[in-house]
C-alpha cells in the first residue's frame, strides 16, 4: 500500500460490497481518492471496515473500466466506440423494432443490488412504464428471494427484523447456513464479541465455519446436517419446542394468529418431526437437536441469522418460514437481542427488492393485480400498467430459447457468470435480438450483447444504499462518472428516447417520488438522511425517525402467522455416478463473482477457486493437496486445484465461484426454489476425480 500523504478533503460515503453498508470517509487528493477510511459515525459500522471495504477505491480507476457506450449489430462482429447519444438511439430503435415485431412482452429488464435504490428503482419504472410489461427482475432472485417470500407470509414484512447492534443483546445465537466472519465480516466480529462476552452459538451448517473457533467459546453446538436437509431440522428443532413445552404461550396468544397456530401445533407435533426419526435424514444426531432446541427457547433472548445456505435451495422459502415459526413460537421477536436476520450478501439487496424489482411487486412490495395500488402509480407515471406479474429471470431464459423474449436490459449484473447451468443461460443470451449491458467491465454478459453502455461506480454517483437491517445510507459522489454519466442518468436517457418521459435533476428527487410512492419510505428523504444519519424504514407517521427493531406492537398483517413446513427431499440426488455433494460460498477477501475485487488489492490474496475435500474422500480418490480435479455433475464439468480440508463432512465438496474460469455455474443445478426460482446453488451431486492440468 502506497502511502499518499495527507488529504486535501474528505467524503462520507457506503461501501458497496456486503449487506453491512458501512460508512467510510472517502480520503481525497484532487481528484484521487487516497484510502478509504471506516467513519466512526457510521450506524452500521460505528469505525470499523474489512479488508474488501478499504481497498474497494482500487476497481473505479482500474485500466479495464469502460469509458465509452459501445454497439455493434451482431455479437460475432467487433465494437465499435460510439457517443452517448448514438448509443442510446441504437438501443431504443432496437427495442422498438423488437416490440413492434414480437409484442410488448417480449422485452424485460433486470435490475442490480449493487445499484442505488434510486437506480435501481427508475429501472422497474422504464419497464413498467416505457416497456409496457412487468418483465423486470432482480439478481436477488438468486438470493434473497425466498427471504422476501417466507417472511412477508409469515411476519407481514420482506425483511429483517433488527438492527446488527441487537446481537449485543442476544444470549443465545443461531447461524443457519452464512458464514459472517467471511462475507459479512463487520458483522462478524460484532457477533464475535458478543460470543467472547458469553451468549451461546448454534451453527447449522454441513461446514465448520470461522465462528465456531472464537476462543473463549461457551458451550458452542455444531449442528453439521447434510445439505438439502434444513426444512427437516427446522421442524425437529420446532417439534422439541413444542413436545417439551418450552413455548411462549403469551407471545403466541397475544401476538399471533391462534387458528393458524393451532393447525401449524398439530402439523409439528406429530412424531415425523422427532429428532429421533429425523436424525437418518439430516445426519444430526437426535440429542444434540434436542440442545439446540431447548437452548434456543431457553434463553432470554434467542437470535437467528442466516444467510444463503438457507434460501438457495428448493426449499429455501419453506426454511425461511420454518426459521419465522421457531421465532414465533418461542417469542423471540419484537425486542432487541432476538429476531429472524437475513444477512444480505450484496450491498443493496434489501433495497432492490424494496424498489419494486420483482416482477409481481410495485415499491414497497405493493402486488401489481391490486387495482388500488396501481391506480396511484398509474395516476404518479401518466400511464397504464400491466396487472399481470411478468416473467422471473429464469422464466425470461426460457422464454429466450423459447423465441418468445427477444430484448433484455441488464443493469450492473453478470448473469453470464452468477447464475446457474451457464450453458443454457449463454444459450438463452445468445438468442436475443438486442442485449443491452450496462457495466463498469467487459463481464461475461457483455459478450452476448450488441449495446454496452458504461455503468458508474459507487464512488461516482449519489443515491442510497439500504443495508441488511433496513438502514438506508447516503452513497455521495467523490468523483465524477468516467464516462460521463452516472447510472441513473442513463435510464433517464434510454426511456426519454423510447418516448416515456423521465425529468430528475438528482437522485433527491428520485428518492422524493419513491417516498410519495411507497408507504414504508413515505417519511424518507435526503434532508432528514443529513440530519439522522441513516433511517431504518418503515419510516412513516407512526415511525418519523425509522424502525430499528420490527414488530415490536404488532405484525404489518395484524397477528403473526405460523405456516406449514412439509419437508421435501431435493430432486438432487446422490448415486454411484455422482456420489459427492457440492455446496458453493465466498471467501473474506473476495466479492461474489470478483468482478470488483478481483481488480483491487485484494487480488493478492485469492487468485484461484479451489475444492475443499475431506481427507476421508480425497484418500478414498488418491487426492493430494494442490492437485488438479476434474469435477462432473448432471449439468456439465469443470476444473479446479484440490484443498484437503476437515471443515466439510465427508462426503460434501465446497467451492467459491469469485474468478470467471471456476466453472462452479457451470456444473451447478436447474432446481429452484419452488416459490421463488431461487437457484439451489447449494445442492449439486458431483464426481471428482484427479486429471492432469488441464
Ligand atoms: Fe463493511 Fe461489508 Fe464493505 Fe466489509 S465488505 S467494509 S463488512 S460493507
Known sequence: VIDKGQPEHSVITTCAYCGVGCSFKAEMKGDEVIRMVPYKGGDANHGHSCVKGRFAFGYATHKDRIKQPMIRDSIDQPWREVGWEEAIAFAAQRLKAVQAEHGRESIGGITSSRCTNEETYLVQKLVRAAFGNNNTDTCARVCHSPTGYGLKLTLGESAGTQTFDSVMQADTIIVIGANPT?????????????????????????????????????????????????????????????????????????????????????????QRHAPERVESITGVPAEAVRRAARSYAKAANGAIYYGLGVTEHSQGSTMVIGIANLAMATGNLGREGVGVNPLRGQNNVQGSCDMGSFPHELPGYQHVADAAVRGRFERAWGVALDDEPGLRIPNMFDAAIAGTFKALYVQGEDIAQSDPNTQHVEAALRSLECLIVQDIFLNETAKFAHVLLPGSTFLEKNGTFTNAERRINRVRKVMAPLAGKEDWEVTVALSNALGYPMDYRHPSEIMDEIARLTPT????????????GSIQWPCDERHPDGTPTMHVEDFPIGRGHFAITEYLATEERTNGRFPLLLTTGRILSQYNVGAQTRRTHNQVWHDEDVLEVHPHDAEVRGISDGDWLGISSRSGQTVLRARISERMLAGVVYTTFHHPGSGANVITTDSSDWATNCPEYKVTAVQVEKVSQP
Not at 521 to 529: A, I, M
Open 182 to 270: 467471511d462475507a459479512h465480516p463487520v458483522f462478524g466480529s460484532q457477533m464475535r464479541r458478543r460470543l467472547r462476552e458469553g451468549a451461546q452459538l448454534i451453527v447449522i451448517d454441513p461446514r465448520r465455519i470461522d465462528l465456531l473457533k472464537t476462543p473463549h467459546l461457551k458451550d458452542a453446538q455444531h449442528l453439521a446436517l447434510r445439505p438439502g436437509t434444513n426444512v427437516a431440522l427446522v421442524n425437529a428443532l420446532a417439534h422439541v419446542v413444542i413436545d417439551e413445552g418450552l413455548e411462549d404461550t403469551q407471545f403466541i396468544a397475544e401476538r399471533c394468529d391462534t387458528q393458524a397456530y393451532q393447525a401449524w401445533r398439530d402439523f409439528i407435533s406429530d
Open 521 to 532: 419510505f413515505s417519511g424518507v428523504d435526503y434532508d432528514k438522511l443529513e440530519r439522522l
